[in-house]
């Protein structure tokens, strides 16, 4: 905690590989993105980081949740002493099948690919997690993880899909009240819940989407709905997300929403991430897009 108050950083969407020359997985033919490991050892010894009370990573943290791609993760926040004040939730590339997968149950997929997840946290002797959870920074603030990924997908159409369900939903809500008094309440989730219609998107200033595309990425409407309703309910200061690529922040009935870039994904010879600065009162959260030269 600094003079003012409590720092707290969002890295969303590392991409990590398991050879920093390796390509993120991604629908492009030419120009894929690579040298996301050695982008990522410089945003964790960034001065932001470095200061920052905590660490938000809303996802994504690997390309394809490879045991050589969390062991980077793991070694470049030991060295840069982060561990401790890290808060991780699962995107769907850390948890879910990229490509074609031999038809199972739905039940033994959820198996396989929460066993995925939760190897790589296990490698960094991460705490065993139930999501979603409140987590308690301190007497002003509270983190709400979820996991919003589309957990048992049979291919990598659906893997993108962002997906809550009623025992999540109805679990969330009992944290809400559990935490009910804690001024500063974060929820943060891998997956946009509020991805703009064409129109909507042209107003903010953002890329439009095809129909297809957020078909592709878009979380179904009920658990959206119901997960907004809550966070007004119990008086959510942001909902921080990643996924998506871009940057965004919007008011949704009352609450900011705030869509991450992808931290390691070079704009204009710039890394861009999201800061958070909350007043020792907690009566005050400012939200800063932080830069870092490539």
Known sequence: MGAKGYLVTQFSDLHLTRRNNDSRSEPKLFGKLKGMNKAFERLALSPEAQKSDFI???????DTGHREEWQHFWRTIDKAKLKKKSIIIPGNHDMCCLGARLPRSEKKLVIEDYKKFRTGLAIGKYPRTKYPCGIKLNDKIVVFAIDSCNKGNPTGITNAMGHLGY?????????LYKFREVKVKIVILHHSPNIPGNMTALRRGVDEMGDFERWGMEMPAEDRRVLRLLCVTHKVRLVLHGHLHRTETRYVNSIRYIGAPASTQPNKGKYEFFTYEISQAGGRVVAKLATLKE
């Open 167 to 175: 025992q999540q939903l109805e679990r969330f809500a009992r944290e």
């Open 56 to 62: 938000l990573f809303t996802g994504d943290i690997t």
